[in-house]
């Protein structure tokens, strides 16, 4: 919302039994949310400023509707928002260490840990309906079909504790036909994790384990050896940890991992799980922690917003609905742009939330691509509007900076892909509310744009020009901004030969390090065949927090396509990885000189 409000007091009182609550007294018409998980939020408002809210990106001419002051309300008014739980399912090839980070988030996040496995022991030992049902086909050596496990597996969702704590749904479904019974139930989590391991690990984590027949407890000879050379001497192999029985069932179950995916593909996250327990679990903690906190958003939201302005708003990664097709049509359509700059807007907001104060967005759509002849300036001026809009309607105030002419006399210019960009922000159209020379102002780059006003800088697509650096210029603006958050869109920070054709060299490795100090809150880049932009092969995609996630474009009958996620990375890619992910190998098999893929030089 335009309104600020300078100064708010908060006084917190925890009472004795959850959920606990979070008074807010304040001095303008802001809401404070809670930031636990469980916990309901009380707002007591008191002479409210008039609000003019400005609604979220509506198109690429009408950004934001028309507001109506809101009447003075008589009195206090008090508010009530209770959040929901969190809802997980994790899936995990046998030895993928499923089981460990189940614990892990139990204990963390206190969700009730719910598998078929201990269901169906508990039910048959129980007596009850289902559990009779399931015992006469476990008797008969038969698998117990798909609706008695279904049943079992809603019934225990139903229960008071998985509705006030949130569920943690383990291993389940594990087929297409199972995850379309859960779906029209209408039981579907806030996000699926699959946790993602090499085959070669399975199989060594599979064939060392041992089974402690005394105490139950499981043992691998190398990662987790016994305690003592008694309880070694003991110890077993189970039947089915055999290298043969492992490849079996590691096959079966990709096969239904794969089928499984297209249900859960919108809140699909993978996580790489071929390192220490505790490396996996830091990468599961903040997934979750931030689900957590965007239902809390949610249910703010919810409460007090129009479910119309809801849906274009959230930020949460649950929104993201995969790749758009046909990006090489050009120009593209209104839906497309508005789709790149939300998801752009949603990454953004999440690492701001987050406390990050160097962030950088890299998009390299078409249209956005200074490389290719279909490259738009308006598009990229839309995309800063967006961004700029949008903090401004949470009473932040904005600098959008555009860096003016670089060199003297005869060499002053600036770089084509920006020439003409601080005339086209000053035409645009930034509402009817105000917002221009209020909450934002248009300014260069450089420490005397830094007023004490200012609480966010937008710099829009910095770069080096032949012979002259913005590196500077850069860096003494954002020692000015200090902890205030500093946005870079699109930059190209690379040194550049000088007029004479000589490299700059004098300070350039200080100069990359602090290019380098920026950090990725959004990353997109179509991939292509070395030397081509067309066909397009597939997509590296990276929005904070979560990793970077390699999709392969795939035809599909009568002219349509579609992306498939391929891999995830906890650090960007380079050109052998997605090589190798495109070709199927694996990550660790030693890398070839050249490789079958070839991607657009310069990319990485």
């Not at 064939?207 to 050379?229: A, C, M, Q, W």
């Not at 996996?280 to 949610?298: A, M, P, R, Y």
């Not at 020439?419 to 917002?435: H, Q």
């Amino acid at each position: 919302m335009l309104n600020h409000s300078p100064t708010c007091n908060h006084c917190k009182n925890v009472p004795s039994a959850p959920p606990t609550w979070n008074f807010s007294l304040h001095s303008s018409s802001f809401l404070s949310s809670s930031s636990s998980p469980s916990s309901s939020s009380l707002s007591i408002i008191s002479s409210p400023l008039p609000q003019q809210h400005l609604s979220s990106f509506r198109g690429s001419r009408q950004y934001y509707s028309k507001s109506i002051p809101k009447p003075k309300p008589k009195g206090m008014k008090v508010m009530c928002l209770q959040t929901e739980p969190i809802k997980v399912m994790i899936s995990g090839a046998p030895a993928s260490g499923k089981g460990t980070q189940c614990e892990m988030i139990v204990q963390k996040f206190g969700l009730v840990h719910i598998s078929t496995g201990d269901l169906l022991r508990t039910e048959v030992s129980a007596g009850t309906e289902i559990g009779n049902k399931a015992k006469e086909y476990m008797n008969a050596g038969r698998l117990v079909p798909d609706e008695i496990v279904t049943a079992m597996v809603t019934a225990r969702i139903s229960q008071q504790d998985a509705k006030e704590k949130g569920w943690l749904l383990d291993g389940y479904p594990r087929s297409y036909a199972q995850a379309q019974s859960l779906e029209k139930l209408k039981i579907r989590p806030d996000v699926y994790i699959v946790l993602d391991v090499l085959d070669a690990i399975l199989v060594d984590r599979c064939i060392g384990r041992r089974l402690d027949p005394v105490t139950g407890k499981i043992y691998h000879l190398k990662n987790f050896p016994p305690e003592s050379d008694e309880i070694k001497a003991r110890l077993v192999t189970r039947p089915d940890d055999t290298e043969q029985k492992v490849k079996s069932r590691l096959q079966i179950y990709k096969q239904n991992a794969e089928a499984i995916l297209s249900t859960y593909l919108d809140i699909l996250s993978k996580i790489d799980g071929n390192r220490p327990k505790e490396v996996i679990f830091k990468d599961v903690d903040s997934l979750l922690s931030q689900v957590q906190k965007e239902k809390v958003n949610t249910t703010k939201l919810g409460k007090s917003t129009p479910p119309s302005v809801i849906r274009e708003s959230l930020s949460t990664q649950e929104n993201w609905r995969g790749i758009p097709t046909k990006l090489n049509n050009i120009p593209h359509s209104k839906e497309i742009r508005e789709y790149f700059y939300n998801d752009v807007l949603q990454a953004t907001q999440r690492a701001i939330n987050d406390g990050k104060t160097r962030l950088k967005v890299e998009i390299s759509i078409p249209e956005l691509n200074p490389e290719m002849d279909v490259y738009r300036i308006g598009t990229l001026m839309e995309l800063v509007r967006v961004l700029a809009l949008t903090f401004a309607d949470d009473g932040k105030h904005i600098k959008v900076c555009v860096q003016g002419s670089m060199g003297e006399g005869a060499l002053a210019g600036m770089p084509l892909q920006i020439a003409g960009s601080r005339k086209i922000l000053e035409f645009m159209d930034w509402g009817d509310y105000g917002a221009m020379g209020t909450f934002i102002n248009i300014g260069s780059i450089g420490a005397k744009e830094v007023s004490e006003e200012d609480d966010i800088f937008i710099l829009v697509a910095p770069q080096n020009a032949v012979g002259n650096c913005i590196i500077d210029d850069l860096r003494a603006m954002t020692d000015a901004a200090a902890n205030r958050p500093v946005i870079l869109v699109n930059p190209r920070l690379k040194d550049l030969p000088a007029s004479s054709g000589i490299m700059q060299t004098m300070g350039r490795d200080k100069r990359l390090e602090y290019a380098a100090s920026f950090e990725n809150c959004y990353h997109f880049r179509l991939l292509y065949y070395a030397g081509t932009q067309y066909p397009i092969m597939g997509a590296l995609r990276m929005s904070y927090p979560y990793g970077y996630e390699l999709y392969k474009r795939m035809d599909e009958p009568s002219r349509k396509e579609k992306y498939v996620i391929l891999s995830t990375f906890a650090e960007r890619p380079n050109v052998d990885e997605i090589n190798d992910a495109f070709e199927g190998k694996p990550r660790n098999q030693a890398k070839k000189a050249s490789g079958f893929w070839g991607f657009l030089s310069g990319v990485f």
